[in-house]
């Protein structure tokens, strides 16, 4: 029999994320990373105004340092996680950017 309407298949659709257990935890650490960045940018930009702001006022003038102080805090907080996590996968011989699976669950069992 002739059929005027044919099947219709979906194509495969990549979406570049790995969605094993080390691409998710590689996923939400940058997540996080760029989230701690975006939001030091926002609170040193508020810092700054603040501090322009202040016209002189002891107090403002100290809120406005406060913030800035506790910007790049956070920054340095979130650096300080990047570094940990870089020297934590160095030393147990895991490239979180390309991982392999068994690799990532043997060090996670201590089973090197």
Known sequence: MLSLI????AAPYNTGVNFTICGTLNLGITL???LGVGLTLVF???GGIKYMSSQGDP???DAARKTL???VIGFVVVIGALAIRT???KL???NLSN???TVFLNAVNGTF
């Open 32 to 34: 996080v990373f760029w």
């Open 69 to 71: 102080t506790n910007a």
């Open 87 to 89: 020297l934590t996968s």
């Open 99 to 101: 991982c392999d699976e």
């Open 6 to 9: 044919q099947s219709a298949h």
């Open 59 to 61: 107090k403002a003038t």
């Open 44 to 46: 040193v930009t508020m």
């Open 92 to 94: 147990l011989g895991i």
